[in-house]
């Protein structure tokens, strides 16, 4: 039997961000396999040309040779080699019936992780060995209990299917996109997303959640004319002063009356010396929407000053999407059900009503649950409950383990409940 948290902890000490999840992605492969059940991954499951943010080859490769020498199945991670870190387990059951699918994602965040005393990983032993990157939303968590629902069901003592998919590269939400345009939710009837923590207590439990906005990343990239600074300055085209401008000009975008928005520039990289008139600047922004039709809107806005931006300072500018989500909203057959199954764990003290609207992020499970909905199948998006001591994306995250055993045991209820129905 697998030992829950032994495994949370292992993929919790290797930590590994979107598209280089190589050897989280092997591990359940090999665990997968272990259980006789069927696996695709890599290619088969992944549209490449769909993948948004992808790293470059030299991280790619980096992150490749990092997961061989900690452990990693060369046989199996070979053929996610680029960023192909997508897992599929598919478990038949012993007579037809409806497909249910179950969504776990895999990445890290590049955050350095605290070694401060009262941070419990630290503590006991099993914080980050992979500096900068970190395990800081709770995604370990949510890739045991996949392993964990997969032990429970291996035996395929239930009608229909359950597909079980392992996603990488949630944060940013770039990773489900490629999975969707795959083809991989297009047979499935019920889909079931959830989270650990986001706020709600341990022993609290939601059955869906509402509040997730619709949101699309992007990078821009100016290119000019280096030239000095102070013998020829007319010769350069100023790529920073480009950039710069599109930055001021983008927060200037008014908001909206039909639909909350938000706006960010986060990264703004440029030049290599004082006396040097910058000939590259990159800028990596976000914009965000409660409204889908409204977020198109702001990318217009964006995308419209970017160019005008770059023409000010005769330079040039291109715009790449990496990363997207749309907004989730719940089945309410799915939500009751949900709350109806959480009653029979003793872990859940507090069953949600209703649906949690407190997210105010965005996930990219939206277009898997929108492809599933499209095709007359029902989704919801959960939340189990987890007393973290500190913010998602702190340095200091981290879960209460009892939650993972009532995670693992709920998606079993649901599982079974759902396909015998």
Do not use: W
């Not at 969707?180 to 997303?193: A, P, R, T």
Request: charged share 25%; proline share 5%.
């Amino acid at each position: 039997m697998v030992d829950l948290i032994k495994l949370r902890r292992d993929f919790h000490q290797h930590p590994e961000v979107g598209f280089t999840e190589f050897r989280t992605a092997g591990k359940v492969v090999e665990l997968l396999k272990s259980f006789n059940i069927k696996v695709k991954y890599g290619k088969e499951v992944m549209d490449g040309p769909s993948r948004r943010g992808v790293p470059d080859k030299e991280i790619l490769d980096q992150a490749y040779e990092r997961a061989l020498k900690d452990g990693a199945n060369p046989e199996i991670i070979e053929k996610m080699k680029g960023g192909y870190t997508a897992v599929i387990g598919e478990i038949e059951g012993n007579q037809p019936g409806p497909v249910v699918a179950f969504r776990f994602d895999m990445d890290a965040l590049p955050i350095l992780e605290s070694d401060e005393a009262d941070h419990v990983p630290a503590a006991k032993k099993f914080r980050s060995k992979y500096k900068g990157n970190m395990h800081a939303c709770g995604h370990d968590g949510h890739t045991t209990t996949g392993i964990g629902l997969a032990e429970k069901l291996r035996n395929g003592d239930f009608p229909g299917k359950v597909k079980l998919i392992f996603q990488p590269a949630e944060e940013g939400v770039r990773g489900a996109y490629s999975i969707v345009e795959k083809g991989v939710l297009d047979d499935v009837d019920y889909l079931y997303c959830y989270h650990l923590g986001t706020g709600v207590p341990l022993g609290e439990f939601h059955g869906g959640t509402g509040g997730f906005l619709a949101t699309t990343k992007l990078r821009a990239d100016f290119t000019g004319t280096a030239a000095h600074a102070g013998a020829s300055p007319e010769h350069g085209r100023n790529a920073l002063l480009a950039a710069a401008t599109a930055t001021l000009n983008i927060h200037a975008i008014p908001r909206y009356s039909e639909a909350d928005t938000r706006i960010n520039v986060g990264v703004l990289q440029s030049g290599t010396a004082a006396n040097i008139i910058p000939e590259h600047a990159k800028l990596i922004l976000e914009t965000r929407s409660s409204s889908e039709k409204v977020n198109r809107e702001l990318v217009k806005r964006v995308e419209s000053i970017v160019k005008s931006s770059a023409d000010m300072q005769g330079v040039t500018a291109e715009i790449e999407v990496i990363g997207g989500a749309i907004p989730i909203n719940c089945d309410k057959e799915l939500v009751e059900l949900a709350q109806q199954e959480a009653q029979y764990i003793p872990g859940f003290k507090t069953i949600s009503q209703g649906s949690s609207d407190s997210a105010l992020g965005s996930e990219d499970a939206s277009y898997m649950i929108r492809r599933v909905q499209e095709n007359g199948g029902k989704a919801t998006y959960m939340v189990v409950g987890v007393d973290h001591p500190a913010p998602h994306h702190h340095p200091k995250f981290d879960i209460q383990e009892e939650a993972l055993f009532n995670a693992v045991s709920l998606l079993e209820r649901l599982a079974r409940r759902t396909l015998t129905e």
